[in-house]
């Protein structure tokens, strides 16, 4: 993809067009006539993300012992502990009163770019409409981590992390646009979008007591001792979602244009399985859905063929 993205942008910039309308005079001013924005057009852009993605930690299994004869998983367990401290409860209260979640969110941030194609048509003096598609490299990542600052209802003291990375991502979008001057394009744009993300997330013990979730009451099992991973998973996938923004775009010459650009891109919801890591074993489990949503300014070129 690195390679795709690159010769698009050396194909731009090493036309023989690209060349004249850069010349060593600076841009050729445009034309007396009315300014035409119809036609294809192609370019680069550049930018900055920042995310605020959320990661929600449910457990695996939550039953009555006494009315159904089996007892909760011992994922659900570790979840209840987060939650005691996290969310300042009674480290007795009834897991049945209330969604048994432990929820986090992260600020993720990094550069974005890529290239674009797009088609306008233009409509009397005023108005335009028209597609464009663009495909974005990125790093956009980050994480966060919570510890419990002491031994939580069980004795045991417990921490939690969840990270997120936007590999790339790429948009299908339509776009309508006024002219409050034939150079000067004020637009909206909004569309499909789609990415790939990395997550990741675990859950340990970060003092020196382990923890034993064993017997025939429970669901799944758990051995965890001390100061260890108990629980961890990642996975990268590709997902859909939408996105919308809006933005300038002005007119240098009759064939080049610059542009800054507004662009919320919401890649929809991910799950990641958590089980037992080495030396912590059983079978109980966690899962983790992350919400992946970005928001990027970022400037662009575009040459019009």
Request: hydrophobic share 35%; net charge negative.
């Amino acid at each position: 993809m690195r390679l795709i993205l690159a010769g698009c942008i050396a194909a731009i910039l090493s036309s023989p067009a690209f060349a004249d309308d850069v010349s060593s005079g600076g841009p050729a001013p445009v034309a007396a006539s009315a300014y035409d924005w119809g036609g294809w057009y192609g370019g680069v852009n550049l930018g900055y993300g920042r995310g605020r993605p959320s990661a929600d930690f449910t457990g695996d299994g939550l039953s009555d012992y006494w009315t159904t004869g089996t007892g909760p998983g011992a994922g659900t367990e570790f979840i209840e502990n987060l939650m005691a401290y996290a969310y300042n409860l009674d480290p007795e209260f009834d897991p049945f009163s209330q969604p048994l979640v432990y929820s986090q969110s992260s600020t993720t941030s990094g550069v974005a770019g890529g290239v674009q194609l797009g088609h306008n048509w233009q409509i009397g003096s005023n108005w335009l409409i028209g597609l464009e598609t663009d495909l974005q490299l990125s790093d956009i990542g980050g994480g966060t981590e919570y510890v419990e600052p002491d031994k939580g209802p069980q004795g045991v003291r417990l921490g939690a992390s969840s990270s997120q990375r936007l590999d790339w991502f790429g948009t299908a979008r339509a776009r309508v646009g006024y002219l409050p001057d034939e150079r000067l394009l004020v637009f909206g744009t909004g569309g499909l979008a789609y990415g790939q993300t990395r997550s990741a997330a675990s859950v340990s013990i970060v003092g020196d007591a382990g923890w034993t979730i064993d017997g025939p009451t429970w669901a799944t099992k758990m051995v965890c001792p001390g100061h260890t991973t108990c629980f961890a998973g990642e996975a990268s996938r590709v997902t859909a979602g939408w996105s919308a923004g809006g933005g300038l775009e002005y007119a240098l010459s009759p064939r080049i244009t610059i542009k800054a650009e507004y662009l919320h891109v919401d890649l929809g919801r991910q799950k990641v399985h958590l089980t037992a890591q080495s030396p912590a074993v059983g079978d109980a489990f966690i899962n983790v859905g992350f919400k992946s949503a970005y928001d990027v300014v970022r400037l662009g070129m575009n040459y019009r063929f």
